[in-house]
Structures are given as C-alpha cells and as structure tokens.
C-alpha cells in the first residue's frame, strides 16, 4: 500500500471503474431468481451487456500492462521477470483464498446441525481443498497478466499480433475439432478440465468451467490485444490522433469479430475467437469514447464515482467478493426462519417494498454503493492498493 500524486490516465481509470462497479453488480443480485435480462449472461451463445465487463478488464489490463513495462524499456531481467512471478502468484493465491473462505464458511454453516465438538466443525471447515475450485476470475487474471507480461519483455513487439492469430487460430481448431461449441461434457474444454483439475474443482455448468485450462489461451491473446493497443495509443501524444487510432482499431475489430461469429459463434463461457475479437473492438472504442467526453471535452465530474473503483480495481473486486460471502453466509432469523444476512436484506426489505425485479436490482444497487464507499476513501486520501 502506497500513497502516490502520480498521473493517471483519467480515461483508462474510468473504464476501468465502470468494469469493476459492473462486475461487482452483475454478480450480486437480491435474488438470481429475478435479474433484468440485460443484467444476465448469455446462457450460450451470444452476448449480453454483461458479458461486456470481464473482457473489458482484461483488454485494460493489457494496456496498463503495457504502460507499466515501459519502465523496464521491455527488457527482459531477472528482476523484473522475478516481480511478474511474483505478481502472479499473488493475484492466483488471492483467487483460490476466495474460493477457500467461500467453502469455509458454506461449511460451517452445513455443519451447524450435526452434533459434532467445535474443533471437529473448525477442522472440517477448514479443510475443503479436496472440492475447492481451483482457477476462478482472479487466477485467470493471474495467468493472462504473467504471460502477457513476458512475452512483452521476450519477443518482439512486431511479432506479437502474428501471435495473437496464432493463438487464436489454433484454439479455433481446437475447438471444431474437439466439439468445443457443445455445451455438455463431450466439449474437449470440459475433458481437459476433468482429466487435469478433476471435477470436485471445478465451476459447475453443464462439466463447463468458464474459467477452464484451455479457454486461457485465446484468454492471453485476449490481453495481448490490449497491449498492442496499448502500445498504439501511447506511441502518440496529440489527442486527436489517440481517438482516431482507437476509434479505427474499435470498429476493424467489432466488424471482424461479428464477420467471423457466423462460422465461429460468440461465446463468453469458452471464450471463442469471436468473443476476444468483439469485446476488444468494442472495449477500445468505449476507450476513445471516454478520452473524447473527459480529455477533449472536459466533461469530467460525472467521472468521480467511477474513479474511486478504477484507482483500486483488484482491491474492491476482492473486497466484494468478501463481502459477498459473509453477506450470504451470516445467519439471521427472518419470520421465524433462519435465512442469511444477504436473504434478510432482500426478503424482508427490499422485495416487500418494491417488487422481485426492483428489489433485486435495488439489492446489487446498494451492494455496489458500499464497496464504492471504502473505495472513495481510499480514493481521497490517494491510497492505490497495489497487487
């Protein structure tokens, strides 16, 4: 944790924000039973407007990793290899902690019927690893961040879109090769998965973990987007020129991306080509739109709520999902009936007063003003909460 006056690109700061309160939305509704259709994922195919926030993060990411790299002049050295690992590391371990303390306290609170000594509760609680996830939001993040990272310190950075096509070219015939666009168990992500994390670690949906082993490496190319479009916009300094840069790159990629979805459909749970493609586009030109409403016609006030999450992106992300789990896992008594902290909120005051889909949304609403509270502290105080 530091304090620091450095200068930010507001812009980049924005979008980053505007992700992060969405993905803290999206994912905490009062009820999944009640959630607006555009606030849901596309159950397949397609693309919803939330399908839009983890993609966008991860295109940022790949431009902030760029700025960032600058430093090191993308020279590889042990010392800068040496803070990616560990950065790495890091970001994975506080992904599986999550996933622990999610299980602990599932657990704990299963185990509160059984007459069983306090010690034995605890032992049990504590030792979930045998059904633990093991790859997640955060360890995806992990893995794209280190190997975007060293590619961009040990290959030329002329090569890296031959990469990109690469990787995803490759994963497409992966893909049609191995019944990728089922969604069953016959989907080779779904048999990787099996055979090497096995099923107790795994995301439950249909043996698919969107998340998964193989779905990581169009997952990279992904934020190598993000770090050649990184590297575009940083390489000129006249504003104008930044838009049209991003503006250009925003509609080749949206345009070839829905081109390419009618042999090879958009889809976020193995993140086709496709999706990479699309979200990229679109994530670049939601980039040039912003710089053009902040930086070019200085409406910024509007930004300040965004801001307080974009300075400390992965620090809220894990504080919610903290949140999160406490939220549904302490126990309160609603009309005699024992129901969670998150149930007594939703069932006993929001839906009473407003209604199942308002309520819900009112719920994510509030969860998100909460986070955005802590954030805005930080934020005053010019805390950034590095990890």
Known sequence: MNKTTSKRLLALDILRGIT????????????????????????????TPTDLVFPFFMFIMGISTYISLRKYNFEFSHSAALKILKRTIVIFAIGLGIAWFSMFCRTWNSLSGEEISFLSRLGQSVWTFDHIRILGVMQRLALC??????????????????????????????????????????????????????EAHMYKDNGIDPEGLLSTIPAIAHVLIGFCVGKLLMEVKDINEKLERLFLIGTILTFLGFL????????????????????????SSFLALLIWIIDVKGYKSWSRFFESF?????????????????????????????????????????????G????????????????????YLLYKKKIYIKI
């Open 310 to 354: 974009g300075v400390n992106p992965l620090f809220i992300y894990v504080l919610a999902a903290v949140l999160s789990i406490l939220l549904g896992n302490i126990r309160v008594t609603l009309d005699g009936a024992t129901t969670s902290l998150h149930g007594y909120i939703y069932s006993g005051i929001l839906q009473p007063l407003l």
């Open 145 to 198: 961040y280190g190997a975007t990272a060293i590619i961009a310190l040990t290959m030329k950075h002329k090569y890296i879109p031959y990469l990109i096509v690469t990787l995803l070219a490759g994963y497409f015939i992966l893909l049609i090769t191995g019944n990728g666009f089922e969604y069953n168990d016959t989907n080779i992500l779904s048999v990787v998965d099996r055979a090497v994390l096995g």
């Open 20 to 47: 992060i309160a969405g993905m803290i939305m999206v994912n905490n509704p009062g009820s999944w039973s009640y959630v607006y259709a555009p606030l849901g994922h596309a159950k397949w195919n397609g693309l």
């Open 356 to 375: 199942d889909y308002p309520g819900s949304l009112a719920f994510a609403l509030l969860f998100v003003i909460l986070n955005w509270s802590i954030g």
């Open 260 to 283: 390419l979805s009618y042999g090879c459909p958009i889809n976020k749970k193995i993140w086709s080509p496709t999706f990479a493609i699309v979200t990229c586009g679109l994530g």
